[in-house]
């Protein structure tokens, strides 16, 4: 389709917006497809009253009920699982290990250190840890102290490293920057802690089964190849910015998948044109269900969030920032949240569990 206009617009987005107007982007594919922007006097965001299953989400994780060495479901797709999941240390001499025949695991370390025992070698983590663990990757955490990891678990495709496109391979993160399983360093360690794992589970179909052995499963002596665990730290993430205007969150895509997006939002300076939005755009996530982890900081777009809490707003609803976060935007020169986001093409479904921890006025946040 070719490009048209009509009254009031502006020749390039989030960028020099009619005084007392707003901008909404209505797109599709996310930020990749055909797009416009609407000027209008005030946001879609100006609802006085939303009945039935478009009602934005909040949910606060610190409010759920731990259950250590369980992945507790949160929001899931026949592409993807989303899950809360708190391990504590234990005994490591016969500690299991796990495969998951179900897909590839991606776990974001929200809490915590540790070590990850894999038949490719020893990878560690702590605060700020992605661990992408392929399809069928035997393998075994061992914490060392209480963590609590988001599990994004992939059921159609394994992950991939965002196309970068003319920012060229080495924006965003250096590939460079992924952290490598050792193989000696987990011989080593395997011997000073006494480990020796006698029991693999393996999850497929959601269902445990369990293989013993009567020797440790962890006996690589060498490999070669291209498919292996990774771990990258948020710290190893650069993130991308314009100074002089605001880049749509597809510009923070840290892992994709079929069906599915991972995106990290981290502190970076706020756009320094005088006429640059500085805030999130409004918009319509017309092919996209949208979740958000806020992980650490001060998430400055919402009111009344911390860490540790989860918002789903499904496809085909408006969102933006909130109206404090638009007044107070003037004092800021920063951002300084950490969120982790996975955008989903599929419809997500919320696991019931979610219903006590849900902030049921969420949807009223937007409201004057
Ligand atoms: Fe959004």
Same mark, same amino acid.
């Given at each position: 389709?070719?490009?048209?206009?009509?009254?009031?617009?502006?020749?390039?987005?989030?960028?020099?917006?009619?005084?007392?107007?707003?901008?909404?982007?209505?797109?599709?594919?996310?930020?990749?497809?055909?797009?416009?922007?609407?000027?209008?006097?005030?946001?879609?965001?100006?609802?006085?009253?939303?009945? *039935?299953?478009?009602?934005?989400?909040?949910?606060?994780?610190?409010?759920?009920?731990?259950?250590?060495?369980?992945?507790?479901?949160?929001?899931?797709?026949?592409?993807?699982?989303?899950?809360?999941?708190?391990?504590?240390?234990?005994?490591?001499?016969?500690?299991?290990?796990?495969?998951?025949?179900?897909?590839?695991?991606?776990?974001?370390?929200?809490?915590?250190?540790?070590?990850?025992?894999?038949?490719?070698?020893?990878?560690?983590?702590?605060?700020?840890?992605?661990?992408?663990?392929?399809?069928?990757?035997?393998?075994?955490?061992?914490?060392?102290?209480?963590?609590?990891?988001?599990?994004?678990?992939?059921?159609?495709?394994?992950?991939?490293?965002?196309?970068?496109?003319?920012?060229?391979?080495?924006?965003?993160?250096?590939?460079?920057?992924?952290?490598?399983?050792?193989?000696?360093?987990?011989?080593?360690?395997?011997?000073?802690?006494?480990?020796?794992?006698?029991?693999?589970?393996?999850?497929?179909?959601?269902?445990?089964?369990?293989?013993?052995?009567?020797?440790?499963?962890?006996?690589?002596?060498?490999?070669?190849?291209?498919?292996?665990?990774?771990?990258?730290?948020?710290?190893?993430?650069?993130?991308?910015?314009?100074?002089?205007?605001?880049?749509?969150?597809?510009?923070?895509?840290?892992?994709?998948?079929?069906?599915?997006?991972?995106?990290?939002?981290?502190?970076?300076?706020?756009?320094?044109?005088?006429?640059?939005?500085?805030?999130?755009?409004?918009?319509?996530?017309?092919?996209?269900?949208?979740?958000?982890?806020?992980?650490?900081?001060?998430?400055?777009?919402?009111?009344?969030?911390?860490?540790?809490?989860?918002?789903?707003?499904?496809? *085909?609803?408006?969102?933006?920032?909130?109206?404090?976060?638009?007044?107070?935007?003037?004092?800021?020169?920063?951002?300084?949240?950490?969120?982790?986001?996975?955008?989903?093409?599929?419809?997500?479904?919320?696991?019931?569990?979610?219903?006590?921890?849900?902030?049921?006025?969420?949807?009223?946040?937007?409201?004057?």
């Amino acid at each position: 389709m070719h490009q048209y206009s009509q009254g009031k617009f502006t020749t390039q987005g989030h960028k020099g917006i009619p005084e007392g107007h707003f901008e909404e982007e209505q797109g599709r594919k996310g930020f990749f497809g055909p797009v416009s922007h609407l000027i209008k006097p005030q946001p879609s965001t100006r609802w006085n009253n939303i009945e *039935g299953p478009l009602r934005p989400h909040l949910y606060d994780l610190v409010e759920m009920a731990k259950s250590h060495g369980q992945w507790q479901r949160i929001l899931f797709n026949s592409d993807v699982t989303i899950s809360n999941y708190w391990l504590k240390p234990s005994d490591p001499t016969h500690a299991k290990a796990f495969r998951n025949a179900d897909g590839d695991t991606l776990y974001f370390v929200h809490k915590g250190s540790g070590e990850i025992f894999t038949e490719f070698g020893l990878l560690k983590y702590k605060t700020g840890t992605y661990i992408n663990i392929p399809k069928c990757v035997t393998h075994t955490l061992l914490p060392s102290e209480e963590c609590q990891f988001l599990v994004i678990e992939s059921h159609t495709s394994f992950y991939r490293e965002p196309e970068r496109g003319m920012v060229g391979r080495n924006a965003f993160y250096d590939p460079t920057s992924f952290g490598k399983p050792s193989l000696d360093e987990m011989h080593a360690r395997m011997k000073e802690i006494g480990f020796s794992a006698l029991e693999i589970q393996i999850k497929r179909n959601k269902e445990i089964t369990r293989f013993t052995y009567n020797e440790n499963v962890y006996d690589t002596v060498g490999w070669k190849g291209d498919f292996f665990p990774v771990t990258l730290h948020i710290s190893d993430l650069m993130p991308l910015m314009s100074a002089r205007v605001h880049l749509p969150p597809s510009a923070h895509t840290t892992f994709a998948a079929n069906g599915f997006v991972v995106c990290t939002f981290l502190p970076r300076p706020l756009e320094s044109d005088a006429d640059a939005l500085k805030v999130p755009f409004y918009h319509q996530n017309i092919d996209y269900d949208e979740v958000l982890f806020y992980h650490d900081g001060n998430f400055f777009s919402r009111d009344n969030l911390h860490a540790g809490m989860i918002t789903f707003h499904p496809a *085909g609803f408006p969102h933006g920032p909130h109206p404090k976060a638009v007044k107070n935007i003037g004092n800021k020169t920063h951002t300084d949240e950490v969120a982790v986001m996975v955008d989903t093409w599929q419809n997500l479904n919320v696991d019931p569990s979610l219903e006590k921890v849900e902030l049921k006025d969420y949807w009223k946040s937007w409201m004057k």
